[in-house]
C-alpha cells in the first residue's frame, strides 16, 4: 500500500516563495514517474510538474518559477513555488502511478493573496 503525504502549503503574499513535499511511505520515487497536481476551485485537476528519471517537465505556466526534485532516497519529491501569482491558489496534490494504479496524496491547501 503506497501512501503519499503533502505537507509546506499555506497562505502567502504575491511575490512570495512556499515549499511543498511529498513524503511516501516506501522508496518509490526514485523507480516511478511523480507529479505534482492542482486543482482550484470549480476547475480541473492540472499537472504542473513531473519528474521522471531526473528529467523534468513543467506546465507553461509555472515553467521558470517552480521547480520539482526528489531527494536521493528516493521517498520525498519537493516542489519549490517561486514568485507566486493569485492564480496559483489551489489544493496541490502529489500523485504516481505504479502498474495501472494512480497514488494521490491528500493535498496541500495554498493560496496566494495580499
Known amino acids: 500500500q503506497v501512501q503519499l503525504v503533502e505537507s509546506g502549503g499555506g497562505l502567502v503574499q504575491p511575490g512570495g516563495s512556499l515549499r511543498l513535499s511529498c513524503a511516501a511511505s516506501s522508496s518509490i520515487f526514485s523507480t516511478f514517474a511523480t507529479g505534482w497536481y492542482r486543482q482550484a476551485p470549480g476547475k480541473q485537476r492540472e499537472r504542473v510538474a513531473s519528474?521522471?528519471?531526473?528529467?523534468?517537465n513543467y506546465a507553461d505556466s509555472v515553467k521558470g518559477r517552480f521547480t520539482i526534485s526528489r531527494d536521493n532516497a528516493g521517498n520525498t519529491v519537493y516542489l519549490q513555488m517561486n514568485t507566486l501569482k493569485p492564480e496559483d491558489t489551489a489544493v496541490y496534490y502529489c500523485?504516481?502511478?505504479?502498474?495501472?494504479?494512480?497514488?494521490w496524496g491528500q493535498g496541500t491547501q495554498v493560496t496566494v493573496s495580499s
Open positions: 519528474i521522471s528519471s531526473g528529467s523534468t
Open positions: 500523485g504516481v502511478r505504479i502498474g495501472l494504479t494512480n497514488y
